[in-house]
């Protein structure tokens, strides 16, 4: 039986006739996908059903993930055209899962506090059981900024963004979670969580949930994800740490 599919089912009170509906096959089609887990559906179901049920495709189809990776993109575990594509409680899972690490380089971080309820509980937890946490944050003051936001030129603009976050991180003061500025990353995010990263390119003119987005998990030495971690050692070296410039300590005051 495939556990993780009906488990998924169940959390998301999907019935087999309405989620075959939903990718266009017969239900005793995934009454077959639930009944034999080395079943694998056809891709374009595959990513229907995942949509739908909030789950990977590599959850709920462990198997696929050994089928297609088994070279030098063994590390890609996923890949959305978009970030809004990505299921829903797959943010959820890695920031719940992470016991060691948690760095947070994308440029405003907004989308965190206003797409998962509760998140600054979240960190306060983890980092009182000794989680590591980091956010590098784009300066809300820099060209840089300005620059992207006359690309973006949308009403919610990145330092307002930014100013949420910074909000958001002052409540949590009195943990050891760390923030410092850096623009280093305006067009590039990268979210790492103990042996997981997520990274979403921005493109030119778009806004965050419009880039696609990458799942890499450690896999090999200097590998994809060693390159992108070293790129967050690399903005967090060149960084300024937040809470220590003048005009921040002023608005928190």
Not at 220 to 249: C, M, N, S, Y
């Amino acid at each position: 039986m495939n556990s993780p599919l009906r488990e998924a089912m169940a959390r998301a009170n999907m019935t087999s006739p309405r989620l075959a509906r939903l990718c266009g096959v017969d239900p005793k089609t995934v009454d077959r996908w639930l009944a034999n887990p080395s079943r694998e559906p056809h891709a374009r179901h595959r990513a229907v059903a995942s949509q739908a049920l909030g789950e990977e495709e590599t959850v709920l189809w462990p198997s696929v993930q050994q089928l297609v990776k088994s070279g030098p993109d063994r590390e890609l575990v996923q890949m959305y055209p978009y970030r809004s594509a990505a299921p829903a409680t797959l943010w959820r899972q890695l920031v719940s899962g992470a016991e060691r690490e948690l760095a947070f380089a994308g440029y405003t971080n907004y989308f965190l506090w206003l797409e998962h309820a509760n998140f600054g509980a979240l960190l306060r937890k983890k980092a009182a059981a000794g989680c590591r946490i980091r956010f590098v944050l784009g300066d809300p003051a820099s060209p840089v900024t300005r620059q992207r936001e006359m690309e973006e030129d949308v009403p919610l603009t990145l330092s307002t963004r930014i100013e949420v976050t910074l909000s958001e991180l002052a409540k949590l003061r009195d943990t050891n979670i760390e923030a410092r500025y850096e623009t280093g990353h305006v067009s590039l995010s990268a979210f790492r969580f103990d042996n997981d990263m997520i990274v979403t390119p921005l493109l030119p003119g778009r806004i965050g949930h419009d880039a696609p987005m990458m799942h890499f998990r450690r896999a090999q030495d200097d590998g994809v994800f060693d390159r992108f971690a070293g790129h967050i050692e690399d903005l967090w070296a060149k960084g300024r740490d937040v809470w220590t410039i003048p005009e921040v300590q002023h608005a928190q005051a």
